[in-house]
């Protein structure tokens, strides 16, 4: 019988050396993928060792040009513009997976797999990301943008992995954590080195009045209550990159009933319009409204109308639907009432 192969994404950390170790447990061939986006020489040859400590055949693939089109210069431009990114929710699908699967394909491999802790379930003939066992680790919300092609080869290493049980019988339990590319730095000095203006501006109520000065939008998010010239007790509830304005009110005025999505991945579109038990994240991790919504078709995307009010959503952040632990879908959040 011949040994099933498959190709793991590899960064050399906790998660991936932890995935390589069960796939060989399970008679996998396993080849490891590191996946250059930054020319960062030092991770490359920490992935390497642990490749070669492991047992297993490595290799890396440059994707710094892609990754800096698709992601950074994505970051850059929406801070620029007035919005919210999400970056590793566009890595996944854009960089991370469609490599995977492109090399498997080029490699003759049978399978992909990464470290990420959620699960693929399969229902009427669709593949589907669902939630990993370890509630606290749980990554299906960014992983929305999967395909259909994409899961249908995956496997999920780490789909009943609890975390702090892995942790637990490591030496070196460090682990990276952030936004990758700012590599530690604030994000705000990011964009500063980016050539991102962070000009001051005005800081008004919604009738237009001038309460206060900013130091730059991007340095502020919806919802946010401190910060240089925010009057105290209102809060953030728009930017306004054109005008250079930020717009402060009472905290009431962040709760939205209904908010509408484009650049849409679904898994099932009748499922999605005809289901009654939805609920959605807008954040991964913090408040999430809690009630069901009801979605319905809009323009080229969908109208998201909650039980449950959301509190703060920002123009560019993701919005991922569940059915249960399912996720049926997910989109990048545009406008809301």
């Known amino acids: 019988m011949k040994q ?7 960064s050399g950390g906790i998660d991936s050396c932890a995935s390589a170790q069960w796939l060989i447990e399970r008679g996998y061939r396993v080849t490891a ?37 698709h992601i950074v210069d994505y970051f850059i431009d929406s801070y620029r513009n007035g919005l919210t ?34 699960r693929i379930e399969q229902h009427r003939g669709r593949y589907y990301v669902a939630k990993g ?21 995956a496997i999920t290493p780490m789909a009943d992995a609890i975390k702090s049980d892995i942790k637990a019988g490591l030496k070196d339990r460090s682990e990276s954590m952030g936004i990758c590319f700012l590599q ?11 050539g991102v203006e962070l000009a001051a501006g005005d800081i ?54 209904i908010l509408y999505i484009k650049e849409c991945c679904i898994v099932d579109h009748d499922e999605l319009i005809t289901a009654d038990d939805i609920t959605i994240k807008i954040r991964g991790i913090g408040r999430n409204p809690e009630g069901c919504a009801r979605v319905s078709i809009w323009n080229d995307g969908y109208r998201i109308e909650c039980q449950d009010p959301a509190w703060a959503p920002a123009k560019g952040q993701p919005l991922v639907l569940y ?4 996720v049926i879908g997910g989109g990048i959040v545009v406008d809301f009432e």
Request: aromatic share 8%; glycine share 8%; proline share 3%.
């Open 133 to 153: 066992a370890d509630s606290a680790k749980d990554q299906s919300y960014y992983l929305w943008g999967l395909g259909q092609e994409i899961l249908a080869r």
């Open 204 to 257: 008004i109520l919604e009738d237009g009045k001038v309460v206060g000065c900013h130091n730059g939008i991007a340095r502020y998010t919806i919802g946010q209550r401190r910060g240089e010239g925010i009057p105290e007790g209102l809060r953030i509830i728009d930017i306004n990159a054109n005008r250079n304005t930020l717009t402060v009110g009472e905290n009431s005025k962040l709760y939205k009933n």
């Open 85 to 118: 990114p999400a970056p590793c929710t566009r890595c996944n699908p854009m960089i991370k997976w469609r490599t995977l699967l492109a090399v498997a394909n080029d490699l003759n491999i049978d399978y992909i797999a990464t470290g990420h802790y959620f």
């Open 323 to 326: 059915r249960n632990n399912l």
């Open 33 to 69: 993928l590191t996946i250059d986006t930054m020319h960062d020489q030092r991770l490359l040859s920490q992935a390497e060792a642990k490749a070669r400590e492991i047992g297993i055949e490595w290799r890396t693939v440059d994707l710094t040009a892609e990754f800096r089109h």
């Open 4 to 10: 099933p192969s498959i190709l793991l994404g590899f």
């Open 184 to 194: 530690g730095c604030h994000y705000t000095d990011f964009l500063r080195n980016e």
